[in-house]
């Protein structure tokens, strides 16, 4: 079974630039996650979606952050104009039904 | 504000010596609790979890233990190996989506 695919790994961008992220769940998983991880800290949930549908997207900031997930696939997630505070690996994550979700390797975004 | 805290930021152990890593958690409407693994570089992977009607999980070399009086569980690894070496996240859901907050990880070294 292949696992949760995000690219790019890696990505610098300079402040106020856009940058914009890739996710591709598992096959047949409903439920979709977008986490920030901050060098440190936990991972903390930016949004949820649950087929095409967001559930929760208290957290996410979105005066500069957007997701989408079209046809309940596959995901991207964009941030425009970024900041030196959005340093920080981006991970997708993806389960079906169950609260267990199988997470991807991330994407290390760097603000210079 | 940190609703589930894991104090101990890093943990040595030697090899075939018990593990324990804590949580605690503040939030009572939390009625799921996980524990994730993560290596450097990967994402989190998912390594066992409880449910609040129970008081012990056991899989394996890895039991998870829940105190709900008070708001505290705990991962035990026995015996404990180099292969463990990561950093253990501890992570709780509950509401109608089934929300994760994650814990801010502790980084666990067992020394051959």
């Known amino acids: 079974e292949a696992g949760v695919a995000q690219s790019p790994r890696y990505k610098i961008i300079e402040k106020r630039q856009s940058v914009a992220f890739w996710c591709n769940p598992i096959?047949?998983?409903?439920?979709l996650y977008w986490y920030q991880q901050i060098l440190g800290q936990g991972p903390k949930l930016l949004i949820q979606?649950?087929?095409?549908?967001?559930?929760?997207d208290s957290q996410l900031p979105k005066d500069r952050f957007s997701a989408e997930r079209l046809k309940g696939v596959d995901s991207t997630l964009k941030i425009q104009p970024a900041k030196l505070e959005d340093s920080a690996v981006y991970l997708c994550?993806?389960?079906?039904?169950?609260?267990?979700?199988?997470f991807g390797q991330g994407t290390r975004l760097t603000v210079v | 504000d940190q609703q589930v805290k894991q104090n101990s930021p890093s943990l040595s152990v030697q090899e075939g010596r018990i593990s324990i890593l804590n949580c605690d958690y503040t939030?009572?409407?939390?009625?799921?609790f996980l524990w994730y693994k993560k290596y450097p570089a990967e994402g989190p992977t998912f390594l066992i979890s409880?449910?609040?009607?129970?008081d012990k999980n056991e899989d394996g070399r890895f039991t998870v233990f829940l105190n709900k009086s008070a708001k505290h569980l705990s991962l035990h690894i026995v015996p404990s190996q180099p292969g463990d070496s990561a950093v253990y996240f501890c992570?709780?859901?509950?509401?109608?989506?089934?929300?994760?907050?994650f814990g801010t990880g502790t980084k666990l070294q067992v020394i051959p």
């Open positions: 939030n009572s409407m939390f009625d799921y």
């Open positions: 096959s047949g998983h409903a439920t």
């Open positions: 992570a709780a859901s509950g509401g109608y989506y089934q929300k994760v907050t």
């Open positions: 994550a993806s389960a079906q039904g169950e609260i267990e979700a199988f």
């Open positions: 409880i449910s609040s009607i129970k």
């Open positions: 979606f649950q087929n095409n549908g967001v559930v929760d």
